[in-house]
């Protein structure tokens, strides 16, 4: 990896990880990614000693701006910080916006909306993928690859560019064309699998412990989490060093969601707040796996332990629009599922129509251009809002995850352009006005 | 305009107007937008009393932060401001990427990447609608409306959609679909013009005019060129308070290229900066009528007053694959040939050969997808750099101005993607090295 990145340094207080289905721990230099006992299901989740990072924080302010910037602020909730700014992972601090014209339209006085379509590849992985860059370094690993429908790909050749990393990328050959243009233009090694994006993935998987790559694969490399985590951790900088009541994610593999409750529960455990939100887990019904379970277990889903999930969530024929999260088995389900239950909330699903409904409200009400995953937050708002789940006065975050330009044809589909008309004036009636 | 939006005041020290090519001074209530004996070419100037604006700055911490946020904080030299946040208009603040790979590639040790793409609606043109929203709302017209080849509607659509402000938008039938699309879905109102962007332009100068409405056309509003100054603005604070040497900027109408020059010189008459950057303005081969005439202008090119640049830079035929700068007749010429001229610059023209190839080495050694037009500065400055018109040591920002997004099809005709393989370890001999 590039000699001109700057250092980066391991956090003390990151002990290693556990696994998320049978408990069992590993050293945080554990090369092999997922547990040893419980296979490609085994995804580990990072652990820290919150006594030590607790008696280190001043509560008054928390998260100081850091030397690297952006998202490195949250410094002492991540596994590794960079010591200085580099536009390779130096990002983060997206807008909250606090919607005057959507929230009339719904009715929701407080609701937000956290745009992460701005960051560097226009999507909420870039915080990840920055995250893979500085471990990648740290461990002197000279080539990143993974497995990706879009958007971690291009987080990862977008950054590994800035960063002068190599990467390979394993696409299925039905990934939309301007997200293949993206990666190879951005210089990553491209390798379409003429297959799903489970086949791709599994690929992936054995190529990089053949090779011995650096994991970038979100449900596979537990760190990656950790840096999704900063989403949400600007949300209780933005919202005043308060949670919301609610927000409202969507949900593919159930990483940004394992990572958002991940971000409540530290800052609850360090006492900076005193309830969690409510998560919820917006899935499309062509691909809705958790939502089928969670719907199925009942008034069991807060209490089944990792073996009952997996055993729960069956895999299924994935088709939606919303490209990012068409998924037949959410490789992170465990994790997602646990920490949906621990907060209170619950998994949901909607339909392609109310998607590209989102996405149309999202565009002429908050002049907010959401690819069609990116806009299923809203979507399951909407439902949530008919159900009766959501009270007006609520502190409401949704999270846009990418942009409408990634994938502008589903949203194009439903827009009819008006005929051309002369240069000349006046116009014929009707159309000026 | 939507009553939810903050108050906006006027700059006390923003005088009024300087006609470009006759010098004639109008009020700051002037309703017309250009020069009553000039016309359409007669461009307008926003004039301010610098001599107030430097008594009432700190000049060791010229431009605070603000209330209003974002680009706001150069609010003593913007002829109107907003009193807080929206989201409407809170935007600026964007990247001065220092890209390293790039630096190295090119032996250019100083060289600075200004990242516009971040904004929005991914364009510079942000900057500009901010402004225009921000003015509309201080004279209470209730519709914005211009024409324009994508970019500056793009922006209006989209900061519209924030603010609650009806807007019209004239395109020509030729604008890219992902483009319109964008329009229609923020729920602009758009007229797709059997013609070319002149006419367009035309139709839309003659409907603003009849209806009363608020003209958001670049090349006709005098104030946009003001918002427009905040990203050179923000390279003299990203810079440590000190100017570059060279800026190289894409011109289509020519009006970013005059925002810079203008923020620059402001600068240099309020003592914040002793010298001026050579501005470079980069024209696409096929669409050069200013790199044409400089040309032919030699050696008299620094000299000639506005009627003589307006009699020499001629209306041609514009084909190039940089659809925002694909101009047939520059509207603001006159302004961006003086700014040239006073920089010690020069306007020059690269083909599209060599536009595509500074899209890809952009995104493959500094990780920043720009579309064509939004990589042109680059291509100029790799032209120049031959030339021998650039030192390494030179301190060079290259102006990026617009997302790939935006337009994909060009940069991906170039790209080759690999023939699918079977989803099966090993792979065949040369897929994966």
């Known amino acids: 990896l590039n000699a001109g990145l700057p250092e980066v340094s391991r956090n003390p207080h990151w002990n290693g990880y556990r696994c998320t289905v049978c408990s069992r721990e590993y050293p945080r230099d554990w090369p092999h990614f997922v547990c040893e006992s419980c296979g490609v299901d085994g995804i580990l989740d990072a652990q820290y000693d919150y006594g030590a990072i607790g008696r280190n924080l001043d509560t008054a302010a928390p998260f100081p701006l850091s030397q690297a910037g952006g998202m490195w602020r949250f410094a002492s909730l991540m596994p590794v910080a960079p010591a200085s700014c580099h536009s390779a992972w130096t990002l983060g601090a997206t807008p909250l916006h606090a919607p005057a014209r959507l929230r009339e339209a719904l009715g929701l006085e407080n609701l937000y909306l956290k745009d992460d379509t701005s960051l560097p590849s226009a999507s909420l992985k870039d915080r990840a993928a920055a995250v893979a860059i500085a471990h990648a370094r740290l461990l002197g690993r000279d080539r990143l690859a993974c497995a990706s429908t879009g958007n971690a790909a291009a987080s990862l050749a977008v950054l590994g560019a800035r960063a002068g990393a190599a990467c390979t990328i394993f696409v299925p050959k039905s990934a939309p064309a301007a997200k293949l243009a993206q990666l190879a233009l951005h210089g990553a090694k491209v390798i379409r699998v003429d297959g799903t994006y489970d086949e791709a993935f599994d690929l992936s998987v054995r190529a990089i412990a053949e090779r011995g790559w650096y994991s970038r694969n979100c449900a596979h490399n537990p760190l990656l989490v950790e840096g999704k985590k900063t989403a949400a951790l600007e949300l209780f900088l933005d919202l005043a060093g308060q949670a919301p009541d609610a927000v409202f994610v969507p949900v593919g593999d159930g990483c940004i969601i394992s990572s958002i409750g991940k971000a409540f529960r530290e800052l609850k455990r360090l006492k900076l707040i005193d309830r969690l939100p409510k998560l919820f887990g917006v899935q499309a019904d062509g691909a809705a796996p958790l939502a089928r379970a969670w719907q199925a277990a009942g008034a069991l889903a807060e209490s089944l332990d990792g073996q009952a999930i997996l055993a729960l969530v069956k895999r299924a024929a994935a088709t939606t629009v919303a490209d990012s ?67 007006p006065p609520e502190r409401i975050v949704v999270m846009v995850t990418g942009h409408g330009l990634k994938d502008p044809t589903a949203a194009l589909a439903g827009i009819e352009l008006p005929d051309p008309v002369r240069p000349a004036w006046p116009l014929p009636p009707g159309v000026i006005d």
């Open 325 to 391: 999260i068409c998924v037949a088995i959410p490789r992170n389900r465990v994790k997602a599922w646990r920490n949906v239950a621990a907060s209170g909330g619950a998994f949901m699903s909607v339909s392609d129509e109310e998607i590209l409904a989102a996405v149309r409200m999202l565009a002429a009400r908050a002049g907010l251009f959401a690819e069609p995953s990116g806009a299923a937050g809203l979507a399951g708002l909407l439902k949530a809002r008919q159900q009766g789940c959501i009270e």
